[in-house]
């Protein structure tokens, strides 16, 4: 659409004949050549090796039977943990998100978790991220997962929050469906802002900051 905009605005000057070329559009660089958009494989590589945005970092994109995971053209498919939490639905009658109690859940560890029908888990992702001051990150589950009825919601990773990724696994089709640890659960993609935020997630003590295990809803 901006391209369009553009191109047609300039056409009385240049003629019906004016066509806008890939090369002509330039993004602005800023912090040492980071550019707004959404960032490629190259930038994630380098700055999961060099600044530690993902550990462990897989950099090349493995299947060979699982669930691919690892870095993307303009993206990271991060791995589920082998770590667990189910919810007791028979002693919890209701969610409250204002106060979720620990004995709601009961913990499991395991190579693969079954989740129930129309039900849900939470899990947590294998890496750990350090998101740069000036990206956001947001998140979408696989393709793989999807086909068979299931949900990963995640929210955006704000700029310079750090830690495990809670995910919540939902299955919204009427049988079981079972997610493997180790293997890819989620794709990240990585965008870099126009200009570098005011109040990053760290600077206002975000509640899910540093988290170093699967965390249930907080205030």
């Known amino acids: 659409m901006i391209l ?26 800023f912090h040492g050549g980071l550019q707004m958009g959404v960032m490629p494989d ?6 999961a090796r060099r600044q530690g945005m993902i550990r462990p970092f897989a950099s090349n994109r493995v299947r060979h039977g699982k669930i691919s995971f690892g870095v993307s053209s303009y993206g990271y498919d991060f791995r589920l ?14 969610w409250d998100p204002k106060k979720m109690d620990q004995d709601f859940w009961q913990d499991y560890r395991g190579s693969s978790c079954w989740i129930a029908p129309n039900s849900y888990l939470l899990g947590r992702s ?12 947001i998140c979408q589950g696989k393709s793989t997962y999807a086909r068979c009825g299931l949900i990963v919601n995640v929210t955006p990773f704000e700029p310079e929050w750090e830690g495990y990724v ?25 965008i870099g802002g126009e200009t570098e935020c005011a109040t990053s997630y760290a600077d ?4 899910y900051q540093v988290q170093k295990k699967i965390q249930i809803a907080r205030v």
Do not use: H
């Open 42 to 47: 190259s930038w994630i590589a380098a700055m």
């Open 81 to 94: 943990a082998n770590e667990f939490k189910v919810p007791k639905f028979e002693v919890a009658k209701r």
């Open 126 to 137: 294998l890496e750990y991220f350090r998101i740069p001051r000036e990206v956001l990150a």
């Open 166 to 190: 809670t995910v919540s696994l939902i299955n919204a089709a009427p049988i079981p469906i079972c997610v493997y640890a180790g293997e890819g659960i989620a794709q990240v993609v990585f």
């Open 204 to 207: 206002r003590k975000g509640k």
């Open 4 to 29: 369009f905009v553009v191109a047609n605005a300039v056409k009385p000057i240049l003629g019906s004949s004016f066509t806008l070329q890939r090369q002509d559009v330039r993004l602005p660089a």
